[in-house]
């Protein structure tokens, strides 16, 4: 098992950055790939970003490569969104997830085992 929390969400204007964090807990974490989707209201929820269990791979959506950075720190079991430039189509609650295959890189929402609350971000225009 394994606790994921969100935080560092919240109101921005456009253009805006904003930094999230997941703090994990209950496992070791490098045994997992870590993700960040977001759903937006009245939407299905849509992958951003991932980062494998040695934090040597990443991937991005389209909509965020070159604006968002995913990166995590093994020793401190957090893993991070630095979201930057942001769009008002970027306002959506974002959570982490994890994949206990750590080096599998998935934009898949169902290979994620784990997932946090949830962290609201809105960008107003």
């Known amino acids: 098992q394994v606790q994921l929390v969100e935080s560092g969400g919240g109101l921005v204007q456009a253009g805006d950055s904003l930094r999230l964090s997941c703090a994990a807990s209950g496992r070791t974490f490098s045994s997992f790939a870590m993700g960040w989707f977001r759903q937006a209201l009245g939407k299905e929820r849509v992958f951003v970003a991932v980062i494998s269990g040695s934090g040597g791979s990443t991937k991005y959506a389209d909509s965020v490569k070159g604006r968002f950075t995913i990166s995590r720190d093994n020793a401190k079991s957090t893993v991070g969104l630095q979201m930057n430039s942001l769009k008002a189509e970027d306002t959506a609650v974002y959570y982490c997830?994890?994949?206990?295959?750590?080096?599998?890189?998935?934009?898949?929402?169902?290979?994620?085992?784990?997932w946090g609350q949830g962290t609201q971000v809105t960008v107003s225009s």
């Open positions: 997830a994890a994949n206990t295959r750590a080096e599998e890189t998935s934009r898949w929402v169902f290979s994620y085992e784990y």
